[in-house]
């Protein structure tokens, strides 16, 4: 899938299944949201701080990781950005 594409729901289960992965306990929007937001460790950083490569799987399990420690991480981080360009 190309950067700056929507991950879809059928994606993203792909992926899910493909590693084995149970993500039937987390909120499908904050998985896209999550998979949208978590390509920026990407190659588009440049290569000191590519963290996934632009590889899928890699992406998921950092959304997963966010999601566990905070379910309603992507919308809370989201919604700071946008104060945040509010105020300025």
Known sequence: MEKGK???EKVILAFAKRNSIDIS?????QLKL???VEMEHGSEM????DVTNDEP???LKIV???LKKEPKYYTKILKNEKD???KK
Do not use: I, N, P, W
């Open 57 to 59: 799987d890699s992406t």
């Open 84 to 86: 945040s360009e509010d």
């Open 25 to 29: 306990k987390f909120d499908m929007q």
């Open 6 to 8: 929507d991950y879809t």
């Open 46 to 49: 440049g290569f000191e701080v």
């Open 64 to 66: 997963l990781a966010h």
């Open 34 to 36: 999550g998979m949208s």
